[in-house]
């Protein structure tokens, strides 16, 4: 079965600086689909960032943009001019056929 | 926008009771999953549902049930709730053959779930 690995469980940040966090992956498939999930606290899971493994080219959402390394195995997420509103669990997921896997999570503090 | 919302955000029941979560959704979406969500696991898949009246079980299926009577809504079942089953609960639906949101899925905002 695929397996998600988020290494670090707690990552904090100033307010406006830039912060990355870290995704892992194993998978014997080449096409599949990639995504950053974030929740707030006590506050509904919404999508950050998708991206498709058979695209070359890395997904940027404004703020938010990933390092897609398929050899590696490996879905970073890189958040620039970090925001208080940032601050939540953000959770790396890997899915294919609509079987959807997650990580750990990683829980990112943002300090003024 | 999607909006998948769940019955209750805040649930108390006591062990050996029988307890209904519900989800609803207003995208006309085909696939339906309910997760579980503990501290440290991340989201663990309970059921999923790909039509109305089909359902599959995901990896944590023991103590759970579910029921699909009508395409939008997705009911989770704990048949007998006991205090292991005291955790954060998150359904979610998805569309199959979305284009950009293919295999894009759209949460709720979760029921916190406590067996006493």
């Known amino acids: 079965a695929q397996t998600v690995t988020q290494s670090q469980p707690e990552m904090s940040v100033q307010e406006a600086e830039t912060v990355t966090l870290s995704c892992t992956y194993d998978t014997s498939e080449s096409d599949y689909y990639l995504f950053w999930y974030k929740q707030p606290p006590s506050r509904q899971m919404i999508l950050v960032i998708r991206?498709?493994?058979?695209?070359?080219q890395n997904a940027t959402e404004n703020r938010f943009s990933v390092n897609f390394q398929k050899a590696a195995k490996s879905f970073s997420l890189k958040i620039s001019d970090s925001q208080l509103g940032d601050a939540a669990m953000y959770f790396c997921a890997y899915s294919r056929h609509n079987d959807m896997r997650f990580g750990a999570g990683t829980r990112l503090t943002v300090k003024p | 926008d999607v909006k998948v919302t769940q019955s209750s955000r805040y649930l108390v029941k006591r062990t050996g009771e029988k307890v209904f979560l519900e989800c609803v959704q207003d995208m006309d979406h085909e696939n339906m999953f309910w997760y579980r969500q503990d501290p440290g696991l991340g989201l663990r898949l309970i059921y999923f549902?790909?039509?109305?009246?089909?359902?599959e079980k995901g990896d944590i299926p023991e103590g759970y049930s579910v029921s699909r009577e009508k395409k939008e809504r997705f009911s989770l079942i704990l048949e007998s709730a006991s205090t292991n089953q005291t955790s954060m609960y998150l359904c979610?639906?998805?569309?199959?053959?979305?284009?950009?949101?293919?295999?894009?899925?759209?949460f709720g905002p979760g029921t916190r779930l406590l067996v006493l």
């Open positions: 549902s790909y039509d109305v009246k089909m359902k």
């Open positions: 991206q498709e493994a058979y695209k070359q």
């Open positions: 979610a639906s998805s569309k199959p053959g979305q284009g950009t949101a293919q295999e894009t899925q759209y």
